[in-house]
Nanobody, 128 residues
Framework: EVQLVESGGGLVQSGGSLRLSCTAS????????ITWFRQAPGKEREGVSG???????YYEDSVKGRFTISSDKSKNTVYLQIANLKPEDTAVYYC??????????????????????WGQGTQVTVSS
């Protein structure tokens, strides 16, 4: 059974920072991509950043420069460091996992339908 567990969300003032964690277990391949998505109230879910086991890293254009993704393979954990938080970053942040091959043939890694397994989400709230 695949499990993804996110943590690290919270209430932060504008300009602050957070580090989100996503710990994965039970995936059937060693060649995969873990991607962070977020969904704000009343908005569609959007992908923000992903990282593959071969070291490839993806950022959605609007978060480049503020979001940094990294991984610790020994802990099967992916981190999303968010700097200079803005109220528009307020959302539930989810991590999802899929096979690297699925992402390689896609036009973008930020398509929700590419991912079958998702975490429960962690809430990030940024106050102005």
């Amino acid at each position: 059974e695949v499990q993804l567990v996110e943590s690290g969300g919270g209430l932060v003032q504008s300009g602050g920072s957070l580090r989100l964690s996503c710990t994965a277990s039970g995936f059937s391949s060693d060649d995969y991509v873990i991607t962070w998505f977020r969904q704000a109230p009343g908005k569609e879910r959007e992908g923000v950043s992903g990282i593959s086991t071969d070291g490839s890293i993806y950022y959605e254009d609007s978060v480049k420069g503020r979001f940094t993704i990294s991984s610790d393979k020994s802990k099967n954990t992916v981190y999303l460091q968010i700097a200079n938080l803005k109220p528009e970053d307020t959302a539930v942040y989810y991590c999802a996992i899929t096979y690297s091959g699925v992402v390689r043939i896609a036009t973008t890694p930020f398509i929700s339908a590419l991912y079958d397994d998702w975490g429960q989400g962690t809430q990030v709230t940024v106050s102005s």
